[in-house]
């Protein structure tokens, strides 16, 4: 069905983590950390162990100690390298036909007159990112940038995005100011505001969502919780965000046709396209009422 023109405020937007909600594993265990043959066990418990030992970010961390082993390795790994090793990530079960399925099923309960964009906010690296075979997808991804001297070595983080930095991405997205060189600090009426967060969901996988999902719930959008599948650890950790407060559903990560998660989230966007023809319907009313 050919899309009509879309009001500013006839759009929804489903927001993403990536590490442990597309895909199973951090994108580096498929793609830097192989290249210097160092397995992810490995590389996170050093992580873990300095930001024990500094009190550092525990992102700035990774990132630092990760350049480190490049350099030590000898290992020329370019944008263009880190881009071309994102065809070697594994996705979850359903996501390379997710968000077509989930567009056409957007676009059919709302006769096309609702508009979905999907976005990435993630603490991986964007260089990673911009290979990934599912990018084509999303209006925007935002993730942590390293700056390439004209060796094209990656020197120094430029973009940190940590578990509470990703949230400035959901007013980014709320207030249609999406580049980073566009403040938001500036105050914006809400019904000015393109993407309301009542027309947000946020898919994330554990505790370094919560601070995503408070944000986007509190202002009376939607959260979910995707998890391994057979992972009582995992499965807990969704039972303390429902108990908290935190998420709206939890679900195994499997996209699929069908299954368990896109039943609750077609449940969660009926309910999102049923506001969108709500408010229409209430700004045409006013519109009526003032000319009487």
């Known amino acids: 069905m050919p ?26 265990e498929y793609t ?6 160092i397995s992810g066990d490995e590389f996170w418990a050093e992580v873990n162990a ?17 350049v480190e082993k490049i350099e030590a390795n000898k290992a020329h790994l370019s944008r263009e390298a880190l881009r071309d090793l994102a065809a070697g990530i594994v996705y979850y079960p359903g996501v390379e036909s997710w968000f077509e399925r989930i567009d ?39 993730a942590s940038q390293y700056y ?8 120094f983080p430029t973009v940190v995005i940590n578990d509470t930095g990703k949230t400035q991405y959901l007013f980014r997205i709320n207030k249609g100011r999406e580049s980073s060189l566009e403040t938001i600090n500036e105050y914006m009426p809400e019904d000015a505001r393109p993407v ?12 370094t969502d919560v601070p995503c999902m408070t944000v986007v719930k509190n202002y009376g959008g939607f959260a979910v919780a995707v998890h391994r599948p057979r992972s009582d650890t995992a499965v807990q ?30 449940k969660i966007l009926d309910l999102i396209v049923a506001r969108i023809f709500f408010e229409q319907e209430r700004r045409e009313f006013l519109k009526d009422m003032r000319k009487a």
């Open 237 to 266: 950790v969704c039972r303390e965000l429902v108990e908290a407060n935190r998420i709206d559903f939890y679900a195994p990560a499997d996209y699929g046709p069908g299954r368990k998660l896109e039943r609750r989230i077609h």
């Open 148 to 155: 390439f001297d004209h060796h094209e070595a990656a020197r």
């Open 104 to 142: 056409a099923y957007v676009d059919a309960k709302s006769g096309g007159t609702v508009q979905t964009r999907h976005y990435i906010i993630s603490a991986g690296l964007s260089e990673i990112l911009e290979g990934i075979s599912i990018k084509r997808h999303f209006t925007r991804i935002y």
């Open 196 to 207: 309301p967060f009542q027309h947000m969901l946020y898919i994330g996988d554990g505790l």
């Open 3 to 28: 899309r009509r023109e879309t009001n500013p405020r006839n759009t929804l937007a489903i927001v993403y983590d990536f590490d442990g909600t597309l895909t199973p594993q951090p994108m580096q």
């Open 50 to 66: 300095e930001v024990r030992r500094t009190g550092g970010d525990s992102i700035l961390t990774y990132m630092r100690l990760l």
């Open 32 to 37: 830097v950390l192989p290249q210097l043959g």
